[in-house]
């Protein structure tokens, strides 16, 4: 499951998982309640290569980061995503 981690006013940054879920609902015509931790190409029909380049896509917009090639390939679940966005935005604070 996504570990909620606590920002530096002790909140909960529960958001990053809520807008996560919210792209991959908009990029594969899902309802947000479809989309869960653990919803990947495997569980979501259409998550080919093309969507999976628009999701890294709209990811690096929303939350103004990079990905690496290496990065792209290890985002293999929603889960696995916000885990990595959480990862990029803490390094990207120091």
């Given at each position: 499951?996504?570990?909620?981690r606590?920002?530096k006013e002790?909140?909960?940054?529960?958001?990053?998982?809520?807008q996560?879920?919210?792209i991959v609902?908009?990029?594969?015509?899902?309802?947000i309640?479809?989309?869960?931790?653990?919803?990947?190409p495997?569980t979501i029909g259409?998550?080919?290569s093309?969507?999976?380049?628009n999701?890294?896509?709209a990811?690096?917009?929303?939350f103004g980061?990079?990905?690496t090639?290496e990065?792209?390939e290890?985002?293999?679940s929603?889960?696995l995503?916000?885990?990595l966005?959480?990862?990029?935005?803490?390094?990207?604070e120091k």
């Amino acid at each position: 499951m996504v570990q909620l981690r606590f920002g530096k006013e002790g909140m909960v940054e529960e958001s990053i998982f809520d807008q996560v879920r919210g792209i991959v609902a908009d990029i594969f015509n899902l309802s947000i309640k479809e989309v869960k931790a653990e919803s990947s190409p495997d569980t979501i029909g259409g998550w080919d290569s093309l969507q999976h380049l628009n999701l890294v896509l709209a990811i690096e917009q929303t939350f103004g980061i990079q990905l690496t090639p290496e990065e792209i390939e290890q985002m293999l679940s929603v889960e696995l995503i916000v885990m990595l966005i959480q990862e990029k935005l803490l390094s990207k604070e120091k």
